[in-house]
């Protein structure tokens, strides 16, 4: 228990680490959103860190790193996922968020079954959800994803 308490600090110390960082310098990042999907069903999560709102999995890519790669490999850290498909982009697109500038790739990934768990610390929870009832409050990059995926254009507000 101490020890996901001290990692889970660690996660909320290093997001106002990156929101200062951001406000200040303005940096260019790279990173993916992942919709994980089983049948119609989509999977979200709850960070430790932020804002708590539900939000898809994903994460910044590392220098170098192909939006694929980043995808796979943020995955493999947040989630134990049965059955998992190999990762397609469904859309890159650019957006301003808390100061920084983000090009983001929109990554789906189909699972064989609706089932997962956290593996490490930086989720608090997980779930499930039909398109058409998905959980308060959240993202709005969730929202986004979903239009791209419909293939409309992206807002880059989310």
């Known amino acids: 228990m101490i ?11 290093a997001y106002v680490g990156l929101r200062v960082w951001s406000a200040l310098l303005h940096p260019h990042t790279r990173g993916v959103k992942c919709l994980v999907c089983a ?10 860190y932020g804002p708590r709102a539900w939000d ?3 994460g910044f890519a590392r220098r170098g790193e192909p939006f694929l790669q980043t995808a796979r490999r943020e995955i493999s850290e947040e989630l134990s996922l049965t059955d998992p498909g190999e990762p397609v982009v469904i859309a890159e697109f650019e957006r301003d968020h808390v100061g920084r500038h983000e ?29 058409d009832a998905l959980p308060e409050p959240r993202a709005e990059i969730v929202e986004e ?8 254009p992206p807002s880059g507000r989310g």
Request: hydrophobic share 50%; glycine share 12%; charged share 25%.
């Open 3 to 13: 020890r996901r308490t001290a990692a889970r600090a660690g996660y909320q110390a």
């Open 39 to 48: 049948g119609e069903d989509i999977l979200l999560v709850r960070h430790s």
């Open 56 to 58: 898809m999995p994903g």
């Open 103 to 131: 090009s983001l790739a929109a990554v789906r990934v189909e699972v064989g079954a609706a089932s997962a768990a956290i593996r490490g610390h930086e989720l608090l929870e997980l779930g499930w959800f039909r398109r």
């Open 145 to 152: 994803i979903l239009a791209l995926e419909r293939g409309l």
